[in-house]
């Protein structure tokens, strides 16, 4: 497994600037916390957070080998924030860091956030997923980002770090809610990783995707956590963007496989996310999987240079979604 690229070191490198520098801090409108030994990044819980806090927020989910730049789009006159992510190693800084793989679930601490980020190549609790890749990461620091409403204590970040084979104080959490700026930034800035992980579950090598450019409007904030989790998925859904350069083997059928990615090929599209959840009982075993993709997707073969295109853009629904249009 390859050991030459380091998440956890690269995010640290982002982390490192924010915890040093007061004024950075203050511009971010972030909390530096202790909890025990280890420490917290709050960009979005109790901190007020914001666009710029979201924006390092979801480099640091991305190891810190992607780069993410704020953007605007025009949805059916309506202007909305936009990002774009761009990644020269898509299939590390996306399925080996950034994908949200790790349920952090502590009872008896009444904890859950939904952990991704490089702490998960430490870990390696997704077994398959990063032998597929072919990856592990090598660091005396873990990096975990966390989607939560609470600030996790030196109990689940000593459970975080012994995951982790890291020490306590070198373990360090970054933590948004789901309807805060910086949380609904960093749900955007997975743009990308959504398209390579539709391709991964179609049964395409990851490590065949090169690189990696997304744009996806940035979803208003809901009134809950519950809401705002549907506006963001639905971002993505219904006017995500993923442009996919790939070498293919002889035998990949990169055109029936462009017509598979797209959010619209599943059965559950049609309607705003939270309707979807609401009508599957809030179960997500319930809603089919094919739903999480961007909207469309261009893949580009290297090797063939030929250029596939599918899917489009529902600004309608979208604005449906955001509530702006009934």
């Known amino acids: ?30 909390d530096i916390i202790k909890a025990g030994k280890s420490t917290i990044i709050d960009m979005g819980v109790k901190a007020e957070g914001g666009y710029l806090a979201g924006l390092k927020l979801g480099e640091i989910c991305l190891g810190g080998f992607a780069t993410v730049t704020f953007d605007s789009i025009n949805v059916n006159n309506v202007l909305m924030p936009a990002l774009t992510v761009t990644t020269d190693i898509p299939h590390i800084a996306c399925l080996g860091s950034q994908f949200a793989g790790w349920r952090i679930n ?13 702490a998960r190549a430490l870990s390696l609790k997704e077994k398959e997923l990063f032998e597929t890749l072919e990856y592990k990461d090598s660091s005396d620091v873990a990096v975990i980002v966390l989607e939560t409403d609470k600030i996790p204590n030196e109990n689940v970040m000593k459970y975080i770090a012994d995951n982790c084979n890291t020490s306590p104080e070198n373990t360090y959490a970054c933590v948004a809610k789901t309807s805060s700026i910086a949380g609904t930034v960093q749900i955007a800035a997975r743009i990308v990783e959504t398209g390579i992980h539709k391709l991964h579950e179609l049964g395409f090598d990851p490590k065949k995707i090169k690189f990696g450019f997304g744009t996806t ?24 963007s993923v442009f996919l350069n790939i070498i293919s083997n002889e035998d990949d059928d990169i055109a029936s496989l462009t017509q598979k990615v797209p959010s619209s090929t599943s059965r559950d599209y049609g309607k705003p996310f939270f309707n979807i959840f609401k009508d599957a009982e809030w ?33 309608d629904l979208l604005l449906k979604s955001f509530g702006i249009i009934k």
Do not use: W
């Not at 809901?222 to 219904?238: C, R």
């Not at 179960?283 to 090797?303: E, G, S, V, W």
């Open 1 to 30: 497994m390859s050991l030459l690229i380091s998440v956890n070191k690269g995010a640290f490198k982002i982390i490192d600037e924010l915890i040093n520098d007061n004024d950075l801090i203050n511009k971010l409108n972030i």
């Open 106 to 118: 502590r009872k008896e601490e009444k904890f859950f956030g939904m952990g991704s980020g490089p």
């Open 217 to 240: 409007p940035i979803a208003p904030i809901g009134k809950n956590d519950m809401k705002s989790m549907g506006m963001t998925n639905d971002a993505i859904i219904m006017c995500g």
């Open 283 to 315: 179960d997500f075993y319930k809603i089919d999987p094919h739903l999480f993709a961007p909207a469309t997707i261009t893949i580009n073969d290297m090797r063939t240079g030929k250029t596939y295109q599918n899917g489009k853009l529902d600004p």
